[in-house]
């Protein structure tokens, strides 16, 4: 992996991911019902994009760990701090990074 990621932490990050998608999935799939009611359509649409980017982004991070670029910065390729990820497991940056692209 290349990072200060011990194993403990790196399988607690993962579940936390697993979980989270899991999750996530599952509101997407109660978002997509259709419950009839005209007026709440513009919400449920924005809930639903939102849901998918967290998917997207959770998705992607566990793809990150199945190839070994988990816990790297996209953009230094420098380190991501454990504790960072611990608040955010989807990071793709660090937070010098993060500060500039966003």
Avoid: N, W
């Avoid at 990072?3 to 697993?18: G, N, S």
């Avoid at 793809?63 to 816990?71: K, Q």
């Amino acid at each position: 992996m290349g990072t200060d990621l011990h194993d403990d932490r790196l399988t607690r990050l993962r579940a936390t991911l697993t979980e989270d998608f899991a999750a996530q999935t599952a509101r997407l799939t109660e978002l997509t019902a259709d419950t009839g009611d005209p007026g709440e359509a513009h919400t449920r649409s924005a809930l639903i994009a939102a849901t998918r980017q967290s998917l997207g982004q959770i998705g992607d991070a566990l793809r990150r760990m199945a190839d070994g670029g988990y816990g790297r910065c996209q953009r230094c390729a420098g380190p991501i701090p454990v504790e960072r990820l611990e608040v955010l497991p989807h990071a793709t940056f660090c937070v010098p990074c993060q500060q500039k692209h966003g």
